[in-house]
């Protein structure tokens, strides 16, 4: 995991947009990104390389997001999953 954020890291720092990036700007554009790849699914057949390519940017900024406000997604997810769990426990 930890070479994948140094990739994103990277990226970012190349770009200039470690400077321009807040939780702010980063959860707007989750949403921007996910939209994006929910249009790959309006029609009946889709493009699994748009999928691809689209799925990755959702998850290269919901990551740097958690890169910024110092989240172990490991834990995040685990404790995600307990509650859910919990939640549907009797289904």
Known sequence: MQ????MIQAFRLK???DQSDDPN???KSISVEAAELLECFLEDEYKLEDVKGELA???MVALTLAMDLNLDVKELIETKLLEVD??????
């Open 3 to 6: 070479a994948i954020y140094d």
């Open 57 to 59: 940017d959702v998850l």
């Open 15 to 17: 770009k200039g947009w």
């Open 25 to 27: 700007v980063l959860a």
């Open 86 to 91: 919990r939640k549907y426990a009797d289904k």
